[in-house]
């Protein structure tokens, strides 16, 4: 990075900082903060740095497939993922998603999103040494490393946290704390809850220093005072230890939240891209060559903000949540009407706009869909929850789905749905079926789903991340029943260890194991042998004349392919262009059309991706 653009960011983040802040001192603080860690980079990630800076290819090849893991469920700890990587490599992975692994108090740890220490890793998976080792050997073998950063709130447990209950004033101000329920009863008139089953209402009080503090996930996550530099400065630095450590891409969790305003909704208000939009520019000075993910869960529209200006990038990366919601609404009613506005949006954003995709991840399945779009059917939000729901816990008459509700709460019908990608695709009922001698047809036809709904992940420009043990289609875990520390959070159902008994059955031939393992090998092997798949392409919604159907069509100089999905379990037909086309899945040739276009013929749950020739 030449001293002319160093110089150029510097002169923005003062001015930015100074426009929020106004605090030459604390601004001061914050320019030794980065001058710190910038010279305790080390070499080795400073030639990172290097080769990535300028080449967001990095981050944005078709050849890139990420998994995402709990360390604690892939081996123990953090020496056994190392110990593992050989199989991450089989598995064609080079983009590890690790799931939270920082110091937190159990049963108070919200899945890890609850940190008592940034610079800590949870001691029962081992040390920061064990973490940099981890990142070393991925670097060695070209797999990228990301990890989640929670932004918005520490733990009660954490130094802050407890000096503030000590009664330490400066340890307060980076909280919310009042006196009485006067100020946060105004809150609550403007802010809504986010689990308002498991943690109603956004503060808690504290008995034993008789405060209110602001607490809007769980009553043992004190929300942060961005509004306090000082929490911006420690917050980055923090931001930018991991960085060092040799963190690839950082995920910002729930970014909307972290600015608070009474009388607002404190969700996106402008100062969040301010703060936001300062973290990366810290990036860009210190480690030029990490990413930053956004957690942003709004309709694909309304999350360019996000993005920022491409001049002037937020986040580099989203989590592509819509779609992933969409996608499953579109399985349970076979009508891909929905999906196609949601990627006609997807599609018509700008060329800076990257996502992270995925079916699955460590979360719950939401169901924010645009209901002014399903009204127009008919489709009214409060009994679609309900069939939803009912369809992916296998309720609804007919259903093969296996999965559990999480935050279910009657009165609000906001429940959300859980359960491994196998479950809820029908794999599970398909061998229980299989186990009582009913054939094998509901099984055959859960593996074609699972495989149609990879396919259609692997298709869109982005990242596409598999959950762990999606490559083998390992079931629902309903162990967590009987554990006293998860027994209230049915996320747990799909958040089960890896099984690698289970993954050895990858070898024998026939196995459901080894048709899900190879079936997305062939997949990952042919979006990154084609241009078509890159970022670049230009990627448009394929009507195909059957509500069944969902098509992209993705064009790259002289590469043009059309990809059709059948999201229905019976034979359904879309009508594509005429030409020749050659399916690069099976490589047969398909019989030219004529000028009013051709036939394609998809059985229940196939997919083909169509190359012209």
């Known amino acids: 990075m030449s001293d002319k653009t160093t110089k150029q960011l510097l002169d923005e983040l003062e001015w930015l900082y100074m426009e929020l802040y106004g605090d030459e001192d604390a601004f001061l603080y914050f320019m030794k903060m ?27 090849s078709n050849k890139l497939l990420g998994m995402m893991l709990y360390a604690q469920n892939f081996g123990g700890n953090l020496k056994e993922v190392r110990k593992n990587l050989p199989y991450l490599e089989e598995c064609g992975i080079n983009y590890l998603h690790l799931m939270p692994l920082l110091d937190s108090v159990k049963g108070k740890s919200d899945g890890g999103y609850a940190v008592a220490d940034f610079r800590k890793v949870r001691p029962k998976l081992g040390t920061m040494e ?150 990366h520019l810290a990036c860009q000075i210190v480690c030029p060559g990490v990413a930053l993910l ?90 679609h929850k309900r069939y939803l729901n009912d369809w992916f816990t296998g309720k609804w008459p007919g259903s093969w789905a296996r999965g559990e509700l999480y935050n279910d709460a009657e009165s609000l019908g906001d429940a959300r749905a859980c359960g491994t990608t196998a479950s809820l695709c029908g794999l599970e009922c398909g061998i229980l079926e299989a186990l009582d001698n009913k054939g094998d047809a509901s099984l055959k036809r859960g593996l074609a789903c699972d495989l149609m709904m990879h396919a259609w992940m692997f298709t869109q420009t982005g990242i596409p991340v598999i959950y762990s043990g999606d490559e083998i289609g390992q079931l629902n875990d309903y162990s967590y029943h009987d554990d006293p520390s998860h027994w209230d959070d049915s996320r747990y159902l799909h958040r089960g260890k890896f099984d690698f008994a289970l993954a050895e059955k990858r070898f024998e031939h026939g196995t459901l194991q080894q048709l899900m393992f ?95 020739e």
Request: net charge negative; charged share 25%.
């Open 518 to 612: 190879d079936g997305l090998q062939k997949l990952k092997n042919i979006r990154g042998e084609h241009d078509v798949f890159r970022s670049d392409a230009e990627v448009y919604v394929y009507y195909t004349g059957d509500d069944r159907v969902m098509g992209l069509k993705r064009q790259h100089g002289d590469q043009t392919l059309v990809a059709l999905f059948n999201f229905s379990e019976n034979p359904a037909e879309a009508t594509i262009e005429g030409a020749v086309w050659r399916d690069l899945l099976s490589g047969r040739v398909l019989p030219p059309g004529d000028d009013s276009g051709m036939k394609v013929r998809l059985s229940g749950y196939a997919f083909c991706w169509l190359m012209k």
């Open 34 to 60: 980065l001058e710190k860690n910038a010279d305790e980079r080390r070499l080795s990630l400073k030639k990172l740095d290097e080769v990535r800076s300028g080449d967001k290819d990095w981050y944005q």
């Open 130 to 279: 064990d973490l940099e080792a981890l990142a070393d050997a991925c670097h060695e073998k070209g797999i990228a490393l990301c990890f989640d950063f929670v932004l918005n709130h520490t733990s009660d447990e954490h130094a802050w946290a407890k000096a503030a209950r000590a009664g330490d004033q400066g340890a307060r101000d980076r909280y919310f704390f009042y006196d009485s329920w006067d100020i946060p009863n105004k809150f609550e008139q403007t802010v809504p809850q986010v689990f308002p089953t498991t943690a109603p209402g956004n503060f808690t009080w504290l008995d034993d220093i008789q405060k209110v503090v602001m607490t809007t996930f769980h009553n043992y996550q004190w929300d942060l005072n961005y509004a306090n530099p000082m929490v911006f400065n420690d917050m980055t630095d923090n931001l930018l230890y991991l960085a060092n450590r040799g963190m690839d891409v950082i995920r910002l969790d729930a970014i909307p939240y972290i600015w608070k305003e009474l009388g607002t909704n404190c969700r996106n208000l402008p100062q969040v891209h301010t703060l936001v939009r300062m973290m």
């Open 294 to 383: 956004g957690e942003v869960v709004m309709e694909p529209r309304e999350v360019v903000p996000y993005f920022g200006p491409a001049e002037k990038p937020e986040c580099d990366i989203l989590y592509n949540v819509t779609t992933m919601c969409t996608t499953w609404h579109t399985l349970a009613t076979r009508d891909v009407r929905l999906l196609q506005h949601q990627m006609d949006q997807v599609c018509h954003l700008p060329e800076h706009c990257f996502f992270q995709n995925y079916l699955r991840c460590h979360d719950d399945i939401g169901w924010g869909l645009d209901y002014a779009f399903l009204g127009q059917f008919g489709i009214g939000e409060e009994p």
